[in-house]
């Protein structure tokens, strides 16, 4: 089995430009980081130098750290992601998890993670300049344990999913039902103390795995419903640039119908004192509930495989890997 340790590039990317010779004390700089923002990658090492430019031109008043987690990639990345720590103005880690799968990698990520708030984008997202900060008043500001920021598109040829418009504060009060888009991965935050309280991501979610998708919102109904507050605030921005259009739009949409159901019939398992208010929360949800139409059927038909994908696994006749 590798490693599952990280590689540390703090000297390649000491706080505050400082070398080797200049930096303080590892353990008391851990101590001090304020935000941590995780990204994990696989194989995109033909767009990744974008994304990593966007990364550079962060500008914070706070300590913190970017770590790069290599996703069992078989291309060009982990070069891509060394050269890129030895050039950094930020501190950098860098890690490879063996396991493909994204909720693996975000588990190394949190894992490896000394920031109090621990953040979340992808590698095709590129964040504003403010982003560390604008996260880090969030959480200041608000007695909340996750958020979710905007997510807008990059790219205006690109077909418009996977993003988040809305310009206006959303509180989730503990015990929240979230429907699946509330919060996106792609621009979403937690305290350290959520995943001390209610674990990592679960790994049969999420681009890689099974189930195809819903790593996030499964993360945050499980957050909300131990007690934690959360909200949507409009404040931090990521622009996605995830090139889907076609086809590769379509694609994508069905992954989510099919995490939907799952993300549902997980909840409905593991929360049976909810079940009522999740199936009608899962009715209301559904286009079938205004209209009967061929494509809401077929939709519902794709959330109905992934639940009954979830629970053969649950029951133990169709285990998860």
């Known amino acids: 089995m590798s490693d599952p340790r990280p590689a540390r590039h703090d000297d390649l990317a000491a706080p505050q430009g400082q070398g080797v010779a200049g930096a303080p004390d590892m353990a008391a700089a851990d101590a001090a980081i304020a935000v941590s923002l995780l990204v994990s990658t696989r194989d995109r090492s033909a767009f990744l130098s974008r994304t990593l430019a966007s990364f550079e031109r962060i500008e914070s008043r706070r300590t913190w750290e970017l770590i790069l987690v290599d996703n069992a990639s078989t291309d060009a990345t982990w070069s891509l992601l060394e050269a890129f720590a030895r050039a950094s103005k930020h501190r950098v880690r860098l890690l490879r998890e063996p396991r493909p799968g ?3 990698a975000r588990n190394a990520g949190v894992r490896a993670a000394a920031g109090r708030i621990l953040c979340f984008t992808d590698d095709d997202c590129y964040p504003r300049p403010d982003f560390i900060d604008a996260v880090a008043d969030v959480f200041e500001r608000n007695d909340i344990g996750f958020m979710g920021g905007q997510v807008l598109l990059f790219d205006p ?11 206006r504060r959303v509180d989730f009060p503990p015990g929240s039902f979230l429907a699946n888009g509330e ?3 792609a621009c979403m935050a ?5 995943f001390d309280q209610v674990g990592l991501f679960d790994t049969a ?3 890689g795995a099974p189930l195809k998708a819903a790593e996030d919102c499964e993360m945050t109904a499980r957050a909300s419903f131990a007690g934690w507050k959360g909200g949507y605030f409009p404040e931090p921005v990521v622009y996605h640039h995830h090139r889907r ?7 994508i949409l069905q992954n989510y119908d099919y995490a939907r159901g799952a993300y549902y019939a997980k909840l409905i398992a593991r929360y049976p004192r909810r079940r009522r ?14 209209q009967a139409s061929p494509t809401a059927c077929v939709r519902l038909w794709r959330e109905l495989r992934g639940a009954c994908r979830y629970a053969l696994a649950h029951a133990g006749a169709d285990p998860l890997p």
């Open 245 to 251: 259009r076609g086809e590769g739009a379509l694609h």
């Open 183 to 185: 919060v996106q991965g």
């Open 277 to 290: 208010g999740i199936l009608k929360e899962w009715y209301w949800s559904s286009p079938v509930s205004r």
């Open 190 to 194: 937690f305290r350290r103390e959520v």
């Open 102 to 104: 994204l909720s693996h």
């Open 205 to 207: 979610f999420g681009a």
């Open 157 to 167: 040829q690109d077909a418009p999913v996977c993003i988040t418009k809305r310009t």
